[in-house]
């Protein structure tokens, strides 16, 4: 088996996950924004012989629905909790990516006896950032959509593994390869990361944490020593010779950090 697609249906919003099955401790896998459940497939792969593994296209992303008319991260929020009790995944460890570990965080935060642990792979709660919307509008616009093959995809991308798991994200529209997101509505699920500090939901998490960093990391090392001292039971990892994009760039390692960690909550 490789894995079987779940439909899960909230508020009218069709979610959509990878589940790779398995009967050990459930793990679900979020991405992060612009991205898609594929994303984890190498990473999926390796840890369904161990855990139950169920990756999630995000509301807006993949094949989820792809205009929800909320995008705020409760929503967010709202959708793992729906997925995690319409398939039963009973205490899963949340394990998220960039905006992905930002849902994931919060998820803990808000619902204290959902999680088993938590996996924050370049992401933390961070400070209000009010030019992240505006950026992130600017970035998406310089992509030359449409691409006019997957080759020319991976290589705008920087090629390598990161560059083919942003390429996979792409469906092909008859006209060349085109993004399975809306732009805008990419922009607005960063509306509120931009309005305001999530830095007090980061004490409310009460299960056991892990954040895992690239070496040329997104996240101040300021952020991640506030976030060690401000709760117990956090650890943290650093990638060598990986990004932001650390679980492409380098699952193998990725894997090796998060391994003894999940072997440490059972």
């Known amino acids: 088996m490789v894995w079987g697609e779940r439909v899960v249906v909230r508020d009218g919003v069709r979610l959509v996950c990878r589940d790779w099955g398995g009967d050990g401790v459930p793990l679900v896998l979020l991405h992060g924004l612009a991205g898609h459940a594929g994303e984890w497939d190498e990473a999926a792969r390796a840890l369904r012989d161990l855990y139950r593994v169920v990756a999630l296209d995000q509301r807006g992303h993949g094949a989820s629905s792809r205009l929800p008319g909320d995008v705020s991260r409760a929503a967010y929020v709202a959708d793992v909790v729906a997925v995690v009790r319409e398939l039963g995944l009973e205490r899963p460890v949340l394990v998220g990516q960039s905006l992905g570990g930002h849902t994931a965080l919060l998820t803990a935060a808000a619902h204290p006896d959902l999680a088993r642990g938590?996996?924050?792979?370049?992401?933390?709660?961070?400070?209000?950032?009010?030019?992240?919307?505006?950026?992130?509008?600017?970035?998406?616009?310089?992509?030359?959509?449409?691409?006019?093959?997957?080759?020319?995809?991976?290589?705008?991308?920087?090629?390598?593994?990161?560059?083919?798991?942003?390429?996979?994200?792409?469906?092909?529209?008859?006209?060349?390869?085109?993004?399975?997101?809306?732009?805008?509505?990419?922009?607005?699920?960063?509306?509120?990361?931009?309005?305001?500090?999530?830095?007090?939901?980061?004490?409310?998490v009460g299960c056991p944490a892990l954040v895992v960093l690239g070496e040329r990391s997104f996240v101040p090392a300021a952020d991640v020593d506030a976030m060690l001292a401000a709760r117990p039971r956090t650890w943290a990892a650093s990638v060598p010779g990986a990004g932001h994009d650390l679980h492409l760039e380098r699952p193998d390692a990725l894997l090796g950090v998060v391994g003894p960690f999940l072997e440490g909550l059972d």
């Open 118 to 204: 938590l996996v924050l792979v370049e992401a933390a709660p961070g400070d209000a950032s009010p030019r992240t919307p505006e950026e992130i509008g600017a970035w998406l616009d310089a992509w030359p959509v449409p691409f006019a093959s997957r080759e020319d995809a991976r290589a705008y991308f920087g090629g390598g593994p990161a560059g083919e798991g942003w390429a996979a994200g792409l469906e092909d529209t008859g006209d060349g390869l085109r993004p399975r997101f809306d732009r805008d509505v990419m922009v607005a699920s960063l509306a509120e990361i931009g309005e305001r500090s999530f830095r007090a939901q980061w004490p409310q």
